[in-house]
């Protein structure tokens, strides 16, 4: 390791937030040329100390140094003006501009008054080339993919002059693939001298990567340690405080009758092509299915179609023997259907309200939250105790607004939500993303504690590890519909990336 | 639009005070530019409006439709609607109220008068929900049917007092019946025939209406869903497009209710009008300083109407003319819209209090 200066130092950082201190004097070191991990649980503070060191927040106290030189980084302007670039987990990009038009955006080179935009893209080809970042200078960022952004925003952060670099959960959004090619990068870019700071919740990818880890718990500082000294259950024991067992402990399932039965269905697209065409599947009573897939083979629109948002053009969808397709929503969760999305600030929570009206979100209109129209704050409210209890969300109150949640815990709140619900059929959606090793064991037990009491679970994730974790059986999605199934302990990770990659289902494999 | 959410939605007051106060300092600077003085200017403006009895009962009644067509905007803007319209809202309702004042004759009082504010209220509602449905069924912007629906509401005010109601060889309607008349005999003997209405009380109940739809019913709770994450409302089940309609109707009700009052209560007719008298484009500047708070709203009313009234007596008192006070709203305005201002300069406050909570 490098003794010389830190390029970036932290020296006793504290943050407060009405009800909760979450940086608790942190110090940190970060040396040119590391990848340094931050690995905490959800609400630890890690976000909050990256925003600190972009100038996004200031600190109540404590101090910075960048280089040996204190500094008082009071924006981003001026974090860039150091040289430091953040890759945010939720990106900033304009979405109908072209890949240089977004990077350039606010340091354009001109020529004249005009943009000089043929140096433009002339620059960001050299520094794709020279960073290993494949993009199209010329693409339109709402055509590109979601690990393609993620480049420009890195591009975006090189162009600007950073030599320091704070990835927030950066893998959370990609798939596999996607992943593997970003850890090449970010090698690469240690390798010409960039130093890093990367927070994720995977400790795969930490072992893989990084070269220091620092453990944050509750806002403090744990432990700093090399990563070659130390293993991933060492570092989930530290971040937790217990031991956490990576492999989910499930007894066989008692598999009773059909709760959900999908058969043949097709919907169209407003260009009329078929997102989904022909797929079926069906779920059981206590049983988990998961659906594996790459992204953007139906998924969502298979979940839009159950839930009620997608109309379907052919087919039928079954629950308990009621046909549901193209019902409104309502009816259909009232049939017993609960949804965990996937897409939680879109579509699950609405940030700007609090935590216990959250909580209602979908029995709001029930007795006893509905006391003949109006609201009862207490019923309510105490319904909001009682889940963040139960389900571990942390949260200075329940009159906290969803929005200064950390991303894990408003993860924690909507899982809470819908399984107090006590549904037949609970369909989970990458219901794991952006949780720290402990939550995601917490949410698993309760997935297989479902289908355990005899409920159905859907269960859609691009995470392999968590399929065959988790599932009980494992349907293939592709193109819209299902390709394959087969058990999770007769398959293996080759065997289902070929079927996700769209090769023919297994011989003989029918249990379907 | 997220920015405008933004500026609409700020639940700070401290920006609206200092910005009132910045705003009346513009006032004073334009007013020292041009050679008046301003310290006699605002206190004729005040003394206009507290002097005695009849003005502040006036100034009263100045009030009750920026209370009303704020509470419009803002309730609309509470479920991410921008109702531009309630100008048009507000006349097709007081057309209606006339029309049904001076129509509907031989009713008792206590029948005529409530019909009339209903059929005010209703009308204005409707408008609006027609607005509502366009953009509900075919995805159609409501800023752009509203601006549209203004004229379409304009004229078709001024084509039905033409044809049904006006009075042979005058620009105005006939009188409305006394039984349809909501003036408070009693109060505008004491305030020296200031013409106080029912209204102003009306308009304090949709104060307090507003509030506890908004925050303490299921419906309110739908309203507030959908205007701050429609798609996470969709996914819970709400109807967002019934929930448009009825934002828009609600919001077109406290327009409506605005135009009926300003006859029933106040002139006793209607007239042909030469341009819009402009109360619901004021609600949009009233509801943007009331924060879209029902309470902040009425709070803004007062200050508005205060203003306009009072401009008055500063070209009586100072020999400034009342458009000044145009310039002093205008700045108001900008003031909040452009925050940041308004925090750089209470910057050096924020920065001591912090300070103070550290150490
Ligand atoms: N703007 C804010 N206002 C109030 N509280 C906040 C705000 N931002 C964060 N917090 C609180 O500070 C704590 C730390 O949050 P932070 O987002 O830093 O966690 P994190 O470690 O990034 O978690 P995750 O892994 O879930 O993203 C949380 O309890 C959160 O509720
Ligand atoms: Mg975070």
């Given amino acids: ?512 | 639009m997220d920015k405008f959410r933004k500026i609409f939605t700020l639940d700070n007051y401290i920006v609206p005070v200092a910005a009132v106060i910045m705003g009346l300092f513009v006032g004073a600077i334009v007013m020292l530019v041009g050679g008046y003085d301003p310290i006699l200017a605002y206190s004729s403006l005040f003394t206009q409006v507290f002097g005695d009895m009849y003005d502040f009962g006036e100034a009263i009644r100045e009030m009750t439709p920026f209370i009303l067509t704020g509470l419009a905007v803002a309730f609309a803007f509470r479920a991410g609607l921008f109702n531009i319209g309630a100008d048009g809202q507000l006349l097709i309702g007081m057309t209606a109220a006339t029309f049904v004042g001076i129509k509907f004759t031989g009713l008792p009082f206590y029948i005529h008068a409530p019909l009339a504010v209903i059929a005010g209220g209703l009308f204005g509602g409707l408008w609006a929900a027609i607005v509502g449905f366009l953009k509900a069924k075919r995805g159609i912007n409501e800023v752009i049917t509203s601006i549209m629906m203004n004229w379409v509401g304009f004229y078709g005010a001024n084509y039905v007092v033409n044809h049904f109601l006006l009075v042979p060889g005058t620009q105005q309607s006939e009188n409305i019946a006394p039984t349809a008349s909501i003036s408070i005999h009693f109060l505008t003997g004491i305030f020296g025939n200031a013409r106080l209405h029912w209204g102003t009380l009306i308009a304090l109940v949709a104060v307090v209406f507003f509030y506890v739809y908004l925050w303490k019913t299921k419906q309110g709770y739908e309203v507030r869903a959908v205007g701050l994450n429609p798609n996470a409302a969709g996914y819970a089940g709400i109807n967002v497009g019934r929930n448009i309609i009825k934002t828009m109707f609600i919001s077109g009700v406290f327009a409506g209710l605005a135009g009926a009052f300003q006859v029933l209560g106040v002139f006793q007719y209607q007239s042909v009008f030469a341009s819009s008298p402009g109360y619901g484009f004021d609600g949009i500047a009233v509801a943007l300083l009331g924060m879209n708070n029902p309470f902040g709203v009425l709070l803004a009313a007062i200050l508005y109407g205060t203003l306009t009234y009072g401009s008055a007596g500063m070209s009586f008192g100072a020999d400034v003319p009342p458009e000044l006070v145009k310039i002093v709203i205008g700045a108001i305005i900008f003031f909040i819209a452009a925050q940041g201002i308004v925090r750089w300069v209470l910057g050096p406050f924020y920065g001591k209090r912090k300070k103070e909570k550290v150490l």
């Fill in chain 1, 1 to 512: 390791m490098n003794a010389a200066t830190p390029v970036v130092e932290l020296k006793q950082i504290t943050k407060r937030f009405p009800g909760i201190v979450a940086n608790d004097s942190i110090s940190l070191q970060l040396h040119k040329g590391e990848i340094h991990a931050l690995l905490g649980e959800n609400g630890a503070g890690k976000s909050t100390l990256m925003n600190i060191v972009f100038g996004l927040y200031q600190p109540d106290e404590g101090s910075i140094e960048v280089n040996g030189k204190p500094v008082v980084i009071d924006s981003p302007n001026k974090a860039i003006e150091l040289g430091i670039g953040m890759v945010h987990q939720h990106f900033k990009l304009v979405e109908p501009f072209t890949v240089t038009e977004n990077i350039i955006l606010g340091m354009e080179p001109k020529k004249g008054f005009n943009i000089d935009y043929k140096s433009a893209a002339e620059q960001v080809t050299k520094l794709s080339e020279q960073y290993g970042l494949q993009v199209n200078p010329h693409a339109k960022i709402q055509d590109i993919s979601v690990g393609m952004q993620q480049r420009v925003e890195i591009i975006k952060t090189l162009y600007r002059g950073a030599d320091i670099l704070i990835f927030d959960e950066p893998t959370a959004v990609l798939t596999p693939q996607e992943i593997a090619e970003l850890m090449d990068i970010m090698k690469r870019l240690v390798s010409e001298g960039k130093s890093i700071i990367l927070i994720t919740h995977k400790l795969k990818e930490i072992m893989q990567i990084s070269d220091t880890v620092t453990i944050i718990r509750r806002g403090k500082v744990i432990d700093t340690v090399k990563t070659s000294e130390t293993t991933p259950s060492d570092l989930a024991e530290k971040m937790v405080g217990r031991n956490v067992t990576f492999k989910v402990d499930k007894k066989a399932p008692t598999i009773g009758e059909t709760v959900l039965k999908v058969s043949d269905v097709v919907s169209k697209n407003k260009d009329g092509i078929s997102v989904l065409s022909g797929l079926s599947f069906e779920v059981r009573a206590g049983e988990i299915l998961g659906i594996a897939g790459v992204d953007g083979n139906g998924q969502s629109e298979l979940i839009e179609a159950i839930t009620g948002l997608r109309k379907i053009d052919k087919g039928s969808i079954m629950m308990l023997g009621k046909e549901i397709s193209n019902l409104p929503p309502r009816k259909i969760t009232e049939q017993g259907v609960s949804h965990i999305p996937e897409d939680r600030h879109k579509h699950g929570l609405i940030l700007d309200f609090t935590v216990s009206e959250n909580l209602v979100l979908e029995t709001y209109y029930k007795p006893p939250y509905n006391k003949g129209g109006f609201l009862n704050a207490e019923a309510i409210n105490n319904n909001a105790q009682k889940l963040i209890e139960q389900f571990d969300v942390r949260t200075p109150s329940i009159e906290t607004k969803a929005r200064s949640l950390s991303g894990g815990n408003q993860q924690k709140a909507i899982i809470a939500r819908e399984i107090d619900k006590n549904p037949e059929l609970l369909i989970a959606a990458q219901p794991t993303r952006g949780l720290d090793v402990g939550a995601i064991e917490f949410v698993q037990k309760q997935l297989i504690a479902q289908r355990d009491q005899g409920k159905a679970v859907l269960l859609i994730s691009f995470e392999l590890d968590e399929i065959m974790n988790v599932s009980d059986r494992i349907a293939v999605i592709y193109e819209g519909k299902i390709v394959g199934e087969v058990l999770p302990e007769e398959t293996n990770d080759q065997e289902l990336g070929l079927m996700m990659a769209g090769s023919k289902k297994r011989v003989g494999d029918d249990r379907g």
